[in-house]
């Protein structure tokens, strides 16, 4: 079995920021994400899910290296100071990467 090196990027953020975070994972070359409702605890405080609109979500993306330097970076730069959000890599092995 073949498997590929790829990059998982996680990004948490406020509900409120989800249309301008999957604009821009097409922007920057993801052919696809997953994402879903998520509550925690963190240096914003606590942040239930039980108000959509304040909810926290939580965007994975599967991407080329490239893409997730490109990715990270935008976040870095253009997201960080204007939302509650953190974003993360890890390291992951895919099968069939043309999917990604």
Known sequence: MNTYPMKLVTIVCEAYAQDTVTKLLNE?????????????????????ADIK????????AVVQPEVADKLLERLANDFFPR??????ESEVRVLRREKF
């Open 83 to 88: 939302y509650a959000m953190i974003a993360f």
């Open 28 to 48: 920057v070359g993801a052919h696809g994400w997953t994402l879903f409702a998520v509550e925690g605890d963190g240096s914003q405080g606590k942040r239930p």
């Open 53 to 60: 609109e304040f909810a926290n979500i939580q965007i994975e």
